[in-house]
């Protein structure tokens, strides 16, 4: 920033609801390096010393004059706002202008720094006040240079209050990544005890700098997105695909809003709920999502670290977002990479498939029933798939251009009843209506919370004069509604009725079948993966199968044949 750092009007300080929380290493870390974002850096190098309670943090942004140096630590004293019109357009991390008082009060601070129009830089220490008590000039590259040193020396309790250093350094750790996420462009260095620890190399998106951090995963494993959206504002959407990459736990669903990682619990919940029949049981997406939105619709004034914001129009963002999600799972049934396929090969066959309780045989629709999807898709945007043979009556051998695939049929055909169930999902009446044995008073509840009409029928039964529509002509339909009334939502019984409707393994498919189906699946919104959360195919790259045919040898040596 050029603005000359100054003091804020009372009437200013007044509308400030919380001042800045230095509660340990972290938050030290965390306000420093904010500062360095918004002084243009692209280069941040973080030291921390555990056993002395030092943070040192370097960049190279545009620095600070001698005027500002002065002024820096002062109470209340920021370039980033002026007036109280500024509170509510906030462009950048910082704005209170009382972190560097903070950690005055709460360290030794001293900061260097040199303008990038000074021809020579300034070192300055500061007391508790922060007012600055030595000045001295000294040969500098233009940047600043901040160290607090021997922090919470005077308040022992709270250092011992704290975790442990190991626990500190992960919290150190957490802060640089998600910065890193929300600025991709810019390179980190941390150093722990004078030693290296961890660099984050700058690249174009955050997808360079997520595979830095879940060592596992390759650029492959995940779609970028950055949608046009219907309102004035901006969103990057980096998405794990769901059959490549998950978590066991929800620690990697990250919302940034204007560069600052946030805490958005109505915006996560749409992430989880949008991937829910996508994901493995018991896994949780990769996701992560920047949104840009004009200063006037985001409060930052809330919560002391900015982790808790107000934001309007939550309600489109939530629609929004769904939107993007289901355009990231849309797309094309990109090859894996040979690297990552042959790393994943053996994983996925281990995938077994555990027998259904099917009774009768299931059929594909030779005509694939209209939709916005499917038309969205037409012939000559789906791959090149064509079924040459099916494998055990349970998987479609099907040849590309690059290779072939082996696609399971029954989760394959399941993800299409799923999203056409989705769809349109229509309770019809029954020509004649089934009679159920004892229902409990869950189950009669659950039955008419899916709208399918029961009624009394002589003691202990129930008459159900309604079905859902691909339920209703089955010779199993009193079978499959039991199931349904066994618990869950509307979306559980989707897949439930899915899964029953769904042709069985073990069904012979003529060629045409085969070709339909793929041609179907093809269509869906998430190809990759079964509404239970299973990979659905597999490639075999011709690239691996020469390899494994060792193709390329030389002829004569393949023969034993020497010179």
């Known amino acids: 920033m050029t603005t000359q750092i100054q003091a804020l009007p009372v009437e200013v300080i007044h509308l400030i609801a919380a001042g800045e929380v230095i509660d340990s290493l972290a938050a030290v870390v965390r306000e420093l390096a904010e500062n360095a974002l918004d002084a243009n850096a692209t280069r941040i190098t973080i030291s921390v010393w555990t056993d002395c309670w030092r943070v040192r943090v370097t960049d190279n942004g545009i620095g600070m004059t001698l005027t500002d140096l002065e002024q820096a630590a002062l109470p209340h004293s920021t370039s980033k706002i002026q007036t109280t019109a500024d509170l509510g357009q906030v462009h950048s991390l910082g704005f209170r202008g009382e972190a560097l008082h903070s950690i005055a009060q709460l360290a030794d601070l001293e900061i260097c720094s040199r303008f990038n129009h000074s021809e020579s830089g300034y070192r300055v220490t500061y007391n508790r006040q922060g007012e600055p008590v030595q000045v001295q000039t000294v040969a500098l590259a233009t940047g600043t240079i901040v160290t607090a040193s021997h922090l919470f020396a005077q308040w022992p309790s709270r250092r011992q209050s704290l975790p442990s250093p190991t626990q500190q350094l992960r919290s150190v750790q957490q802060v640089v990544q998600q910065l890193a996420l929300c600025h991709p462009q810019v390179t980190w260095q941390v150093e722990q005890n004078d030693r290296p620890w961890l660099a984050i190399w700058g690249g174009a998106s955050a997808k360079s700098i997520l595979t830095q951090f879940l060592k596992e995963t390759q650029p492959s494993d995940f779609q970028e997105l950055s949608p046009s ?99 990231a799972l849309q797309s094309s049934l990109s090859q894996l990479p040979e690297a990552a396929h042959a790393a994943r090969l053996s994983q996925v066959l281990k995938v077994a498939e555990a027998d259904g309780i099917y009774r009768t045989s299931r059929v594909i629709q030779l005509e694939s029933p209209a939709s916005d999807d499917a038309a969205a898709r037409s012939p000559q945007t789906l791959l090149p798939l064509k079924a040459i043979a099916q494998v055990h009556n349970r998987y479609i051998l099907a040849e590309h251009p690059t290779g072939m695939w082996l696609i399971e049929q029954h989760i394959a055909h399941e993800r299409v009843l799923y999203e056409q169930l989705c769809n349109r999902w229509q309770i019809v009446p029954l020509a004649s209506p089934l009679v159920l044995g004892p229902l409990s008073t869950a189950q009669l509840e659950q039955l008419q919370r899916l709208g399918i009409e029961v009624e009394p029928f002589g003691e202990q039964r129930w008459a159900v004069r309604s079905a859902p529509e691909m339920l209703a002509e089955r010779a199993d339909c009193g079978e499959a509604l039991w199931e349904l009334s066994q618990g869950g939502n509307l979306e559980s019984a989707l897949v439930a009725t899915a899964c029953r409707t769904a042709i069985r393994n073990g069904t012979p498919l003529s060629l045409l079948e085969m070709q339909t189906l793929l041609e179907q699946w093809q269509c869906t919104r998430n190809p990759r993966t079964c509404p239970h959360g299973r990979p659905i195919y597999l490639s075999l790259e011709e690239s691996s199968l020469a390899r494994f045919f060792r193709r390329h040898w030389v002829i004569g040596k393949s023969h034993g044949i020497e010179d």
């Open 229 to 327: 959206l219907t309102f004035p504002a901006s969103l990057y959407l980096l998405l794990g695909l769901p059959d490549r990459c998950h978590r066991h736990r929800p620690d990697w669903i990250h919302i940034a809003v204007n560069g600052r990682i946030v805490q958005l619990p109505e915006l996560t919940q749409v992430v989880l709920s949008t991937l829910r029949r996508a994901l493995p049981r018991e896994r949780f997406p990769v996701c992560f999502l920047h949104l840009q939105v004009p200063p006037a619709q985001v409060d930052w004034n809330r919560h002391p670290a900015k982790i808790e914001i107000y934001l309007r129009y939550l309600d489109q963002w939530q629609t929004q977002i769904q939107q993007a999600i289901d355009q």
